[in-house]
């Protein structure tokens, strides 16, 4: 009996290390496919320029910089997935073990939100690709390493988690919604087979919530480019940048198009990358 026991938790053990090997997989073949479309999106959000005025951008820039900054988002990116997903299993069972009377939905909820807040962790990893991908910051740094270093040497630890409130109250809601439509978004969906709902699946999450938190991300950009200084507010991020754009609120979305078609590809990847690793292994 202590056999089959310890052979069970074995098995369970093994499984929750899973979701986060597969959540980490899925995360470094997204960004290895996407990321020339993230860095377009990026000029957008942080100059308000048009797709097609980024993409010259990027040209004229030349094929030596397209892939200037990938370190981080690779090793964020595949870390956050894998936090993402491995976090909310296991504080979905705990949850569930210590309240088996509370509401599932309620359980998942707060499974969600505590996995996206504990991501944030990461947030360092978001602030040196931002300045990577900043074309006035082409010259004054030479690679990941290089930021690290210079951001704590002359500006102390803190400077590192610039951008950190918006990236909490887009991590957690975004989880909450994600993983709680995930299931009934998949029922709907007509059998085309399985790999491909669960990329339709996550590819219309994704690109429905990056709608919905896209002002979230302006903000965020907005606030890691900035180095050294005080500290600015989402409030006073977001006012200054629609002073800058006119007022205009619609200018505040200006890249959304792109980062629509982006979350589809890159949540349909994740999304289905993840299904498929969690099944094979």
Known sequence: MRTMASSDQDHE???NQNHYLCGSVAAF???AITYPIHKALFRQQLFGVSAWEAVRQLRR?????LYR???PPLLQKSSTIAIMFGLYEDFSRLLRLNAPHAPILVTDSI???LAGTAEAVLTPFERVQTLLQDPRHHGNFQNTAH???????QHGFLELYRGLVPILLRNGPSNVFFFGLRGPIKELLPKAGQLINDFVCGGILGAALGVVFYPLNVIKSHAQ?????????CRVILATVLRERDGKLSRLFRGVHLNFQR???SWGIINAAYELLLKML
């Not at 820039?61 to 910089?65: A, E, H, I, S, Y």
């Not at 690290?148 to 040497?153: A, D, K, P």
């Open 69 to 71: 900054g990938i370190l």
């Open 147 to 153: 930021i690290f270093r210079v951001l704590l040497q």
């Open 263 to 265: 979350s589809v590809f």
């Open 29 to 31: 073949a997204n960004i």
């Open 225 to 233: 480019v900035q180095i050294g200084g005080e500290f600015r507010s």
């Open 13 to 15: 053990s093994l499984q």
């Open 111 to 113: 499974a969600a939100v």
């Open 61 to 65: 820039d030349g094929l030596r910089t």
